[in-house]
Nanobody, 123 residues
């Protein structure tokens, strides 16, 4: 059974940083593309960043480019999201997801999902 568990969320002031973690079990992480998604109250879920199995390919939403960095450690079955220069607009529930196809995963399709970790940024 695939299980993804996010952690590292919290409350920070604008300009601060957080590092999110996603620990996977029930799968071999190296076989999957991975991604971070977020959903704010009243808004649709959006793709924050995704990364292919080898870390060779990655992509970011325009709103987080230059501030967020996605990475993975397949040996530890863990996905990371380093978030810097946070703004109140980054406030959302953040979810990690795993999928076999990088393109589909980046679109949020055919993915396994975690339960989310809340990030709250105050001004």
């Amino acid at each position: 059974q695939v299980r993804l568990v996010e952690s590292g969320g919290g409350s920070v002031l604008a300009g601060g940083s957080l590092r999110l973690f996603c620990t996977a079990s029930g799968l071999r992480l190296g076989d999957y593309a991975m991604g971070w998604f977020r959903q704010a109250p009243g808004k649709e879920r959006e793709t924050v960043s995704c990364i292919n199995w080898s870390s060779r390919d990655s992509s970011y939403a325009d709103s987080v480019k230059g501030r967020f960095t996605i990475s993975r450690d397949n040996a530890k079955n863990t996905l990371y999201l380093q978030m810097t220069r946070l703004t109140p607009e980054d406030t959302a529930m953040y979810y990690c997801a795993a999928g076999r196809d990088y393109g589909l995963l980046c679109s949020g399709l055919f993915a396994n999902w975690g339960q989310g970790t809340q990030v709250t940024v105050s001004s």
